[in-house]
């Protein structure tokens, strides 16, 4: 049977590449039909989910503390295991997870977004005749077309353009990627084309003009990394695994098995870290899926037993969306250092990246000053030399680490294999380790088969190719037309919730606050430039966020897209999640004061605002300084040496423009160095000064001033006679 599936879909991929290549279109388009079929099949296999919301996380501690014995416990909800619970869930066993901090707060949410086969794995295959490899793109390749399939609503398609600078490298480029979309066969999801040097400026205008001869344009998928962990996470719950987020493992429980008289795990040692309650869970099969942590629990089973698991980091940087065109991202697989840089529209901003270096396994890495530096150099030999690419224009920046499994041999992070392992312990313990986002699916079949035959668990096969995640089922391109039809949401609104929530997009909207304005009816915004409504908040809570930190990074994306704007957003994040959860006072204080140190520290905020602080040296020149000083002085009409709010009220007034006091508060405290409440002088020329250099950018202060002071300029002073008044 299986076999026949085998030679059906090898079949099936091998006529769909054909008829790609050979650009019969429609021919692909039908056999990739059939091997939907063959998905939904698969999919419909699987009894309806047990519950029509997912319980709520009280709900499932007592499950976990009330079962006494799960068939399957899973440590840590990233992808891989959520993918886990999933599979082993949907084949009728009875499934437990348990993650020690939010689900996907590890390096499932700080990937590069991509859902792809790997062309520079297919690179590697075929120099090195490496047929493992070639395994791995090819199982991507499939993987990619699936999940695309089961959550169409959180990924799309991406056309993904190599920049070509040498003429040799065309056909050498171009049988590469054509290669890529004969392996992926069926699962092409577009087929890739050459552009010349003209049309390629065309799609990506902000490019590097010069020695450029043309490019190629290929692709591969994208989607909402954390959103999509999610969509596993609560669909898992649905067909009715007990799942919690913040309950740590501490421990492994370990029995004696009568038969052979060894120890065997028998469940673990869970803490709720919310209350510090600690509590057993018991279960045939434990899986550890704690990606980075593979190790620690690894040695929670064994202590002497060798690592497997080899980390290494990988930084990236958001910058506006006008540094990429809005839907075609650029690749570049041999930078300076040999390392691949690429530059990829997301959430309407532009991610920029790198590949990885080693690094040590910590819970909140941190992104280098260092490393977003050499990103930007890097991104500067792309781009155009009209565009200028400033430090200030770095909105976030984050740093993941990839758990690679250690390949002896190699002392390069770089040609670790990227394929995963399923490891089985002396006494049971199954560790999945390695792989990548867009592969946790097999991987959880492969870790998942391994535990029913290690264990004699009673399942049957893997149900969840074509398995719709949590919101996919209903959703369809146009829903978003139904939002703003039968909600009165804004465009904007309604194509983000469409995008997020898929078909549950209307249950965020029913929640929606009446805004009083004509238009949008519903829908207050938590900052006016993202489309992220309050009552995402309100139902991110059901959907298992727990703190601040939850909500501005995993069930919105704000962290991700734009540290200033998630620390405006933060106060009424606090006050919203407060009323639904009780918090008092003191509670709200300390989750303003987390939130904020983990936009600080692991978002990037904290190199952001450096530039102003560390490299407090003035370099201007005196014209410069003159023309400032004037400018500062017409604020601070008394000449008191300072500008406080009430400064820029008065010239703001004068100019009738109307703005509340904490929006004052907040656009003078982004220039207040030494946080007394006011802009002295020479903290308003330290901000020239990072503006000129390119280290900041968007600053309120700077640009009201400016502003301000042309139309104060431009205003023709009334002459006394007929002012109406005077002496
Ligand atoms: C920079 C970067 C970019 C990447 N880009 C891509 C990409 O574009 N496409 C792609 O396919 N792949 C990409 N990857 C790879 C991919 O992101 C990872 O392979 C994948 O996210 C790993 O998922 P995971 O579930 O194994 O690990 P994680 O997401 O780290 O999840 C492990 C979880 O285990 C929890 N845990 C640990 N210890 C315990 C405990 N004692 N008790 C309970 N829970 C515990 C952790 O809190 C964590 O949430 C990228 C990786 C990196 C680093």
Request: with cysteine.
């Amino acid at each position: 049977m299986a076999f026949q599936k085998a030679v059906k879909g090898t079949i099936l991929a091998g006529g769909g590449a054909l008829a790609t290549v050979l650009g019969l279109s429609h021919f692909a388009h039908y056999k990739r039909k059939q091997v939907n079929l063959a998905f939904v099949e698969a999919a419909d296999c699987v009894s309806e989910p047990v519950n029509r919301e997912p319980p709520s996380r009280e709900a499932q501690i007592l499950t976990l503390k009330n079962t006494s014995e799960f068939d399957v416990l899973v440590i840590g909800g990233g992808a891989t295991g959520c993918g886990c619970a999933l599979d082993a869930v949907t084949r009728g066993l009875k499934t437990a997870l348990v993650e020690r901090d939010d689900f996907s707060s590890g390096t499932s949410s700080r990937s590069t977004k991509l859902i792809h086969g790997g062309v520079r794995y297919l690179q590697k295959a075929i120099m090195k005749l490496d047929i493992e490899q070639y395994r791995m793109v090819k199982e991507a390749l499939h993987e990619r077309a699936n999940l695309l399939e089961i959550a169409p609503h959180l990924s799309a398609p991406l056309p993904i353009m190599l920049p070509i600078y040498k003429w040799w490298q065309l056909p050498y480029y171009w049988i590469g990627i054509k290669l890529y979309d004969l392996v992926a066969g069926s699962n092409c999801l577009k087929s890739s084309y050459v552009l010349s040097k003209s049309r390629a400026l065309e799609h990506f205008p902000m490019l590097q003009k010069d020695k450029l001869v043309g490019a190629i344009v290929y692709y591969d998928g994208q989607h909402n990394d954390a959103r999509m962990n999610l969509a596993i996470a609560l669909t898992a719950a649905r067909y009715g695994a007990a799942t919690a987020n913040y309950m740590e493992v501490v421990s492994l429980l370990k029995k004696t098995d009568p038969q052979t008289g060894k120890k065997r795990v028998s469940g673990a040692r869970c803490k709720d870290v919310l209350t510090g309650e600690e509590f057993d869970v018991r279960a045939n099969c434990v899986i550890n899926a704690t990606g980075p942590f593979t190790d620690t629990v690894r040695k929670m089973d064994d202590k002497d037993t060798t690592a497997i698991c080899q980390p290494s980091a990988g930084v990236h940087i958001v910058m506006p969306g006008y540094y990429s065109p809005e839907s075609m991202g650029l690749l570049d697989p041999a930078t300076s250092d040999g390392r691949v840089i690429f530059f990829l529209p997301w959430q309407k901003m532009t991610i920029a990246g790198t590949t990885d270096t080693p690094t040590d396994v910590t819970h909140h890495p941190i992104p280098s000053e260092e490393d977003i530096n050499f990103i930007l150099n890097e991104v500067r030999n792309y781009l155009s030399c009209d565009v200028e690419v400033r430090r200030g224009d770095v909105l976030a920046a984050w740093s993941g680490i990839r758990p690679l499994v250690t390949d002896p041999k190699s002392a390069d992070t770089k040609s670790i294999s990227r394929n995963h392992v399923v490891d089985i312990s002396e006494s049971g313990l199954i560790t999945i380790a390695g792989g990548k986002w867009t592969t946790y699916r097999s991987m959880a079949e492969d870790t998942i088969n391994a535990a029913v035959k290690a264990h004699n668990l009673k399942a049957g096969p893997s149900r969840t190719v074509g398995l719709f995640l949590q919101g996919g089922k209903d959703w369809s391109p146009t829903l978003y037309i139904r939002l703003v039809q039968d909600y009165g949401l804004e465009s904007e609104v309604a194509q983000h919730l469409a995008a997020t929530y898929g078909d549950k997009a209307f249950e965020v909207a029913k929640m929606a606050s009446v805004t009083g304005k004509r238009w949008p009816i519903v829908g207050v915004r938590l900052v006016s430039e993202f489309p992220y409504i309050e009552a995402e908040v309100k139902y991110g809570i059901k959907e298992y966020a727990c703190t601040a930190v939850d909500m501005i990074s995993r069930r919105t994306r704000l962290a991700f897209l734009n540290v200033q704007a998630a620390e405006e957003a933060l106060p009424r994040i606090v006050e919203l999640m407060g009323r639904e959860l009780n918090w008092d006072d003191s509670k709200k204080e300390e989750e303003l004061e987390t939130a904020r140190k983990f936009l600080y520290y692991e978002m990037g905020y904290k190199s952001r605002s450096e530039q102003l602080t560390d490299r407090s040296e003035i370099s201007l020149l005196p014209s410069d300084i003159d023309r400032y000083k004037k400018r500062f002085h017409k604020f601070d009409a008394d000449q008191k040496g300072f500008i406080t709010i009430v400064d820029v009220q008065r010239v703001l007034e004068s100019i009738n423009v109307q703005m509340d006091e904490n929006t004052l508060h907040e656009i003078l405290n982004e220039v207040d160095l030494n946080k007394n409440g006011q802009v002295e002088l020479n903290e308003f020329l330290q901000l020239m000064s990072a503006i000129q250099k390119g280290r900041v950018s968007g600053s309120r202060l700077a640009i009201l001033m400016k502003t301000a002071e042309e139309n104060l300029d431009r205003r023709v002073p009334i002459p006394v006679d007929r002012s109406c008044g005077g002496l």
